[in-house]
């Protein structure tokens, strides 16, 4: 048994599309959440700066004393997490492999569809993971620039023409290989979740990555036997690097409760 | 006569639309740019991030012998020129006076239309300053804040559904205002020019910041005799704050003419 808090960060506010699905799973679970929203969007950014940024997300979290860390952000995840994870002692879950296990228990055809942020599919980290556990897999895979910004502008609704159109650019390619699973490769992307299944068709498997790291940090704590006190009242906390009223604002649209009061801001220049 | 370059600094590429109007408007002058191109976008930003990021930007960009300042960012000239101005003892010019000035001139119905980031025009920097050069003007702004994202994913031309429909949605209360003069707000718009002459109409005259700020920097540079030597050849150097690839690829859209091999890397974490 370990109460000590779950740390939990991203680029700004799409994991806590994660967080969501981690405090259903693990309603006991201290967590401590860092948004970096004083510099969101990672996805357009180098590799060499997602890196350098990732860092610093960490090195704030381990400045508590935290059990494991969650990469709830699919660019850290692809494109920082192989290059950082051995300099840590903590466990730290990233996204990809999660849902990668999903998909090839899911997948029939063996036709997975990917889609993701520019650096997220530049990464090709969920190709070689798809490969490594389905050697006979094909993968089909499109950055997606314009979903994140609809995304945090509202624009997530059946029937709005911009998402609509971006969606339907964006996955034809996709659609046209026949896949029957698409892994739905940013945490901003289950928020347009009916979008893209109805383009997608009924066919197709959608995979949230949020939802399915939930269940793998689930099973993380009982393998290592890290997990707190069942019935215990959890805590969560968020720090952010921009200011918290625009934070507390946003988060609602993501997480579907208040955060307020529960905010703080912090300066990760001097992580 | 002063051959010392001017800083020019930018939250990424946008500001190079006022870079290319500097260079054709004064031939002779060295310039050094800076794009915080690890930290674009601004204009989500709450205003004291704002502040201090512009405030790292300048302290680089003083760091060399310069002999004036340009904020060629709408979202830093009207959030956190006014606040930080007094703290240097150079000239600084940002976007906002120039485009006021050439505003005033060329409306005749005094009902101007203004469009900008979410932080500028929330700043109501334009409307204080529009109203203090022509108290009987009546001002109507909207905040764009999908033309940025979808300007650089190069969503740019005449007939792209996405561009027209976030242009026609975001101008439709100002063009139901009757205005006759529509500031562009943000140096990134001048790419969407005709889109927005073609929503707007033919009796609306479109103020660019960034050619009225060449302009007003030509007559800044006269009047304080710190001109550059006629008919000296000019040096233009880049800085970015991420990766020099991904600025030389993107910068070609915005100045038209190719700055590899003149671009280096800075971290403003120091500054």
Known sequence: MDNRPIGVFDSGLGGLTAVQKLMETLPNEDIIYLGDTGRVPYGGRSRETIIKYARQDIAFLTS????????????????????????????????????????????????????????????????????????????FSAACPLLVPLVENGRISRGDIMIETAVSEYLAPIKARKVDTLILGCTHYPLIGDVIGDYMGEGVTLVSPGAETAAYVEQLLKKNDISAEKGRRAAHRYFVTDSIEGFSN??????????????????????
């Open 64 to 139: 508590f004393d935290i059990k494991a860390i969650v990469i709830a952000c699919g660019t850290v995840s692809t494109t920082a997490l192989g290059e950082i994870e051995k300099d840590y002692d903590i466990p730290i879950v990233g996204v990809v492999r999660p849902a990668v296990e999903r998909a090839v228990q899911v997948t029939k055809n063996k036709r997975i569809g990917l889609i993701g942020t520019v650096a997220s599919i530049n990464s090709g980290a969920y190709d070689k993971l798809i490969l490594q556990r389905l050697p006979e897999a094909e993968i």
């Open 250 to 271: 946003a988060a609602s649209l993501f997480l579907n409760q208040d955060v307020r009061g529960e905010v703080s801001k912090v300066d990760l220049n001097s992580f």
